[in-house]
């Protein structure tokens, strides 16, 4: 079983800036994707960004292109999101995500308990 925890979260003015941590625990195969999704009240979960291993390739959302960046440190099982000039509509609680390779053609998604980022003007 694979545990994923967040931290990083918190209240901060529109402008600033924010880094949220994942590590994950437990069974994490060599194969997988880490990323971030947040939900705002009221509305779907939606992904923010993803990193893969090997050539660790990203893709981000459109509405936080240049603004966050995503990084991951293998050795520790460990995924950042660098969150800059945030906007009121950041504000939402983020999850830690990962979808592993569990067998030839089987993946399997896990997910964290999440953080809130609250963005004030």
């Known amino acids: 079983q694979v545990q994923l925890l967040e931290s990083g979260g918190g209240l901060v003015q529109a402008g600033g800036s924010l880094r949220l941590s994942c590590v994950a625990s437990?069974?994490?195969?060599?194969?997988?994707?880490l990323g971030w999704y947040r939900q705002a009240p009221g509305k779907q979960r939606e992904q923010v960004a993803i990193i893969t291993t090997g050539s660790q390739a990203t893709s981000y959302a459109d509405s936080v292109k240049g603004r966050f960046t995503i990084s991951r440190d293998n050795d520790k099982d460990m995924v950042f999101l660098e969150m800059t000039n945030q906007e009121l509509d950041d504000t939402a609680v983020y999850y830690c995500?990962?979808?592993?390779?569990?067998?030839?053609?089987?993946?399997?998604?896990?997910w964290g308990q999440g953080t809130q980022v609250t963005v004030s003007s």
């Open positions: 437990g069974y994490v195969t060599p194969i997988n994707v």
């Open positions: 995500y990962l979808r592993q390779m569990i067998g030839i053609t089987e993946w399997k998604n896990y």
